[in-house]
């Protein structure tokens, strides 16, 4: 059985597993990196869009920034869209900040593209992954090319993702979970045509929620909100373009139609898990918190905890374990607050189900917030500061 030894071992090769294994190689530090998936999947694989200016400075501060620099749209703002109008938020005037539109896509392609460039071990389409003794000696077991494999390891980091291993693999009685579930979802579309607007549209409609955002001059990245049971094979194009028509409309303004090339319905979730840290093991990204997507936030608190955890253990091997001892804190203290927007923007966005009172009440006392949140200066810096990222801690 071939047997490894290494300082970090990462699970998962998505954005936070592939950024933590580039920043330790940029450090010098041993890792492994051990995916369940294979290469062209992770590749593939089409989900966040809006880079924080402090995700885009994470990319450059590593050397991954040519991509960035060049493909990625800078917009100094944003739109908010209800009862008929559109407002916009200027996040450049308000506090001189911006966020940049670049596919999480492209992100793994950098990554995937600078592990490859620099032949660090990743494996990807590994199978059994398993996470042993992460309070002693721990270490990792995994099938690869239908060989048992076993890496000991100093530290087990587990960017595995939501659904993965090693946040199962610490006691449950070790372990807080906070979970907060939404009675809605997301229709997602990719369409071949060139973006309608020149920056992102929020907007709350009668019929619900619906949003504007792109990945490319040429390609356009829309969603409406559905119901969370809802099968995608009930949404026509047809059917879709109607409902993005009706609920993005504002007089004077048109929804350009294409190709549509992906249709995918996501389900919402709010999700923290305290602690971060059991034993040798650190969690990073989805494997520890999810947020609904309204706002952005999942792929930038993952790159956020990856920026945090890099510096850790570039101290505990440098004799110093402050850091890392804090790591959960710190990383919770940040997430939490994401947590709060992410469900601000969710709940002043979507229309809630049902006609009862409370709903009815609910929806007049969004379309307030709204108006405040697009009138107020101070409601639009606040605002600004959450979109554009908060920094660390
Ligand atoms: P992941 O990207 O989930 O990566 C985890 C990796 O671990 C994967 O490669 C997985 O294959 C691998 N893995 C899992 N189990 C194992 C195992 N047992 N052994 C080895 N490897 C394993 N965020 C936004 O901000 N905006 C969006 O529009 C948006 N859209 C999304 C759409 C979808 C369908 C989903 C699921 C998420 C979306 N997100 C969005 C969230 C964002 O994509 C995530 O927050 C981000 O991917 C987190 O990165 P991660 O590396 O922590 O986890
Ligand atoms: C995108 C996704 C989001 O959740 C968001 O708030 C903005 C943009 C996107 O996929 O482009």
Request: contains cysteine; aromatic residues 8%; charged residues 20%.
């Amino acid at each position: 059985m071939p047997h490894l030894t290494t300082r970090v071992a990462i699970v998962g090769a998505g954005p936070a597993g592939l950024l933590l294994g580039w920043s330790l190689h940029r450090a010098g530090i041993d890792f492994v990196i051990v995916e369940n998936r294979d290469r062209e999947y992770v590749l593939g694989r089409i989900r966040a869009g809006v880079l924080e200016q402090g995700s885009v400075e994470t990319l450059q501060r590593l050397g991954l920034g040519a991509g960035v620099e060049a493909e990625g749209m800078v917009h100094d703002g944003i739109h908010l869209q209800f009862a008929g109008e559109r407002h916009r938020v200027d996040f450049s005037e308000l506090i001189d900040r911006t966020v940049t539109v670049y596919g999480q896509q492209s992100v793994v392609r950098d990554l995937v593209a600078a592990h490859d460039g620099a032949g660090t071990p990743v494996f990807y389409d590994a199978s059994d992954v398993a996470v042993h003794d992460l309070t002693g000696s721990p270490s990792l077991s995994f099938t690869h090319g239908r060989r048992a494999h076993r890496v000991d390891a100093d530290i087990i980091v587990g960017a595995d993702g939501f659904h993965g291993v090693c946040r199962q693999a610490v006691p449950k009685d070790a372990l807080q979970t906070y979970v907060r579930e939404y009675p809605f979802a997301w229709l997602g579309i990719l369409a071949d045509v060139e973006p309608s607007t020149d920056e992102l549209i929020y907007a709350l409609h009668d019929d619900g929620f619906a949003m504007h955002s792109m990945r490319s001059p040429s390609v356009s990245r829309l969603y409406v909100q559905v119901d969370p049971a809802e099968d995608v094979a009930n949404w026509s194009d047809e059917r879709i373009w109607d409902a993005l028509h009706t609920r993005l409309a504002v007089p004077g303004w048109t929804l350009q139609e294409g190709p549509i090339t992906e249709k995918s319905i996501l389900p919402m979730r709010s999700f923290v898990v305290s602690t971060m840290n059991f034993g040798r093991l650190f969690l990073v990204g989805d494997a520890g918190h999810i947020v609904p997507p309204t706002g952005a936030k999942g792929l930038n608190s993952a790159m956020s905890d990856v920026a945090q955890l890099s510096v850790a253990l570039v101290r505990h091997y440098a004799g110093d374990d402050t850091l890392l001892d804090a790591y959960s804190d710190t990383a919770l203290a940040r997430q939490w607050k994401v947590q709060q927007f992410s469900q601000w923007m969710t709940d002043m966005l979507h229309r809630r189900p049902g006609t009862d009172d409370t709903a009815a009440f609910d929806y007049r006392s969004q379309l307030g917030r709204l108006d405040y949140v697009t009138h107020s200066e101070e409601a639009m810096r606040s605002l600004a500061e959450q979109y554009t990222g908060l920094r660390l801690a």
